[in-house]
């Protein structure tokens, strides 16, 4: 770490201190204070507890290094021997490097050293004060390396960056899926620089591959923690700890409020299509389960218990709407709920689709024959009601590669306030790619279709063709669909309990802020919590990482 980078670090925590500058990292050297002879302690025999690396990396992304910190201190508390990984400004492309941070032309004339700085201090003040060890990437990488890979991919066309795999890891899958993030698109065929800055975020994926084949070379670690475990760094690092036979536990916060799922050996998008039913067929589902699960789903409405919200004021008495865009609501309603194009956009096996606007086309291509039927697409409120609006949104792409929208085909747009809840209603089956709307859907015994990666696949609840064959007969056979059966719909129920209730963590000593990012802060009372067993998520969560549990609790 050079020394310029220490000097604003500190320098920033003195005008944090005399309270010139906000502080909204958690507060470690108050936090501990009460308790620090017990945290010493709790330290000292941690070191020889197995040991976990938390692979933070992009502190800048507050929601993850606080939350990681915590984890941290948890599993300090468990036994765990913990070390964290920084970036400190190693890469010049990453997660953090978005579009609405910074625009296309500063990034390409300034590069992103601005948000380089901001980001290494807040992943140092996140876990400043616990007094763990920090690891740096620029530890564990050469010039010499660095000139090795730029010499390496100078001359690649877009194709070979995006197939460039190496090692065994897929860097160029993980690189293009954080391009596409970085503009906030689908596909880079509009974008003019698209390609130089895919080559950024290759050169940045290397970079990350060299840097922890080094380090995993030097280092001893049983255990990686990761957040989200795709794009670059992370999907990076997920592959290469499998190349290194490390056990890989990666999280993402769910739904509701300071709530987190984790996942074993990938991402979690991949990971829970894939979930062992057996993890959650055989619950008993009581009545009083059995009201939690539709109280919760009943306040999904209206986010009351939910971490994030993309509605602004809905609207559930929406028949006059659908009425005044066109929908005949004498003739059967098919459904079709869009996700953000951009998302997770990773390769994912047995998908009968390359991708959602792929299955999006084919769909309203198929159905537009139908003159007996009306096809409502709704589009996702996140493109616009999210962190950053997409740069390109599923209507404005329909309008484009149709010369002819078809008679049949009434498009909800992302600004509507029309609930989709509501919409439901009307609709005789829904049709699906990866949003999770499905889990919460099916348990009332609405009819879906999966066509893409959405959990609720492979669970033997919805209808999930495995060709675009099947996917068709199942289309062409709409209205006439079979309803679900008690016995469908039950295993719905139970699934979404599973997901919401018991895959679903969440944190007490996490406290909910509104309007605010992160949308939590760390409890004062986090260490007491935890030292008195009173945080009973970071402790079933902390156990199932250090025995090998599986991620599972019941509330």
């Known amino acids: 770490m050079i020394s310029k980078d220490n000097l604003r670090f500190n320098l920033k925590k003195i005008l944090k201190k005399l309270k010139i500058l906000k502080k909204n990292s958690p507060d470690w050297d108050k936090i501990i204070a009460s308790k620090k002879k017990i945290y010493e302690e709790l330290k000292f025999k941690a070191k020889n507890g197995e040991k976990i690396l938390i692979c933070t990396s992009t502190g800048g992304q507050l929601f993850n290094s606080h939350f990681e910190a915590l984890l941290a201190l948890a599993l300090t508390r468990y036994g765990a021997n913990v070390e964290i990984m920084l970036c400190d400004k190693a890469l010049n492309a990453c997660s953090v490097t978005t579009t609405h941070l910074i625009t296309e032309d500063k990034y390409l004339k300034n590069g992103q050293a601005k948000i380089c700085n901001s980001c290494l201090d807040s992943g140092r003040e996140a876990f400043d004060g616990l007094g763990l060890k920090i690891n740096y990437y620029s530890s564990y990488i050469s010039d010499k390396e660095i000139h090795e890979i730029n010499s390496k991919i100078?001359?690649?066309?877009?194709?070979?960056?995006?197939?460039?795999?190496?090692?065994?890891?897929?860097?160029?899958?993980?690189?293009?899926?954080?391009?596409?993030?970085?503009?906030?698109?689908?596909?880079?065929?509009?974008?003019?620089?698209?390609?130089?800055?895919?080559?950024?975020?290759?050169?940045?994926?290397?970079?990350?591959?060299?840097?922890?084949?080094?380090?995993?070379?030097?280092?001893?670690?049983?255990?990686?923690?990761?957040?989200?475990?795709?794009?670059?760094?992370?999907?990076?690092?997920?592959?290469?700890?499998?190349?290194?036979?490390?056990?890989?536990?990666?999280?993402?916060?769910?739904?509701?409020?300071?709530?987190?799922?984790?996942?074993?050996?990938?991402?979690?998008?991949?990971?829970?299509?894939?979930?062992?039913?057996?993890?959650?067929?055989?619950?008993?589902?009581?009545?009083?389960?059995?009201?939690?699960?539709?109280?919760?789903?009943?306040?999904?409405?209206?986010?009351?218990?939910?971490?994030?919200?993309?509605?602004?004021?809905?609207?559930?008495?929406?028949?006059?709407?659908?009425?005044?865009?066109?929908?005949?609501?004498?003739?059967?309603?098919?459904?079709?709920?869009?996700?953000?194009?951009?998302?997770?956009?990773?390769?994912?096996?047995?998908?009968?689709?390359?991708?959602?606007?792929?299955?999006?086309?084919?769909?309203?291509?198929?159905?537009?024959?139908?003159?007996?039927?009306?096809?409502?697409?709704?589009?996702?409120?996140?493109?616009?009601?999210?962190?950053?609006?997409?740069?390109?949104?599923?209507?404005?792409?329909?309008?484009?590669?149709?010369?002819?929208?078809?008679?049949?085909?009434?498009?909800?747009?992302?600004?509507?306030?029309?609930?989709?809840?509501?919409?439901?209603?009307?609709?005789?089956?829904?049709?699906?790619?990866?949003?999770?709307?499905?889990?919460?859907?099916?348990?009332?015994?609405?009819?879906?279709?999966?066509?893409?990666?959405?959990?609720?696949?492979?669970?033997?609840?919805?209808?999930?063709?495995?060709?675009?064959?099947e996917y068709y007969n199942l289309l062409d056979k709409f209205p006439n669909i079979e309803k679900m059966t008690p016995e469908r719909i039950e295993r719905a129920k139970k699934y979404a309990y599973h997901y919401f209730f018991r895959r679903t963590m969440q944190v007490s000593s996490l406290e909910s802020i509104q309007n605010a990012w992160p949308p939590f802060k760390v409890s004062k009372k986090s260490l007491e919590n935890l030292i008195d067993n009173n945080d009973k998520g970071l402790e079933v969560m902390s156990q199932c990482i250090i025995n090998n549990n599986k991620f599972i609790q019941d509330i």
């Open 154 to 469: 100078q001359n690649l066309t877009i194709d070979q960056m995006i197939e460039y795999t190496e090692d065994n890891v897929p860097v160029g899958e993980h690189a293009y899926a954080g391009v596409l993030r970085f503009y906030a698109v689908g596909t880079l065929e509009k974008e003019k620089n698209g390609e130089v800055i895919l080559k950024k975020y290759l050169q940045a994926g290397l970079i990350t591959k060299k840097v922890f084949f080094n380090f995993f070379l030097r280092k001893n670690f049983s255990k990686i923690i990761l957040n989200h475990a795709i794009y670059v760094p992370q999907g990076i690092i997920c592959d290469v700890s499998k190349v290194f036979k490390i056990k890989i536990i990666a999280y993402n916060s769910a739904y509701k409020k300071n709530s987190f799922v984790f996942s074993y050996d990938d991402t979690y998008h991949k990971n829970m299509i894939e979930e062992d039913i057996n993890d959650w067929i055989n619950i008993t589902l009581d009545k009083k389960k059995e009201e939690n699960l539709f109280n919760y789903l009943d306040s999904r409405k209206y986010g009351t218990q939910d971490m994030f919200y993309y509605f602004n004021k809905p609207s559930f008495e929406i028949e006059n709407q659908l009425t005044k865009i066109g929908v005949n609501l004498n003739k059967p309603i098919i459904g079709i709920l869009t996700n953000i194009i951009w998302d997770a956009q990773i390769i994912y096996k047995n998908n009968i689709y390359k991708n959602m606007t792929e299955w999006l086309f084919a769909t309203i291509k198929h159905l537009s024959k139908r003159n007996d039927i009306e096809v409502v697409l709704r589009c996702h409120p996140g493109e616009i009601h999210s962190d950053r609006v997409s740069k390109q949104k599923v209507k404005e792409t329909i309008y484009e590669n149709f010369r002819n929208i078809p008679d049949n085909l009434k498009i909800i747009d992302s600004d509507s306030n029309i609930s989709t809840y509501s919409l439901a209603d009307y609709c005789n089956t829904l049709v699906i790619y990866s949003t999770k709307m499905g889990m919460e859907f099916a348990p009332y015994g609405n009819k879906v279709i999966v066509a893409g990666e959405s959990y609720i696949r492979n669970k033997e609840i919805t209808l999930d063709p495995k060709t675009k064959r």
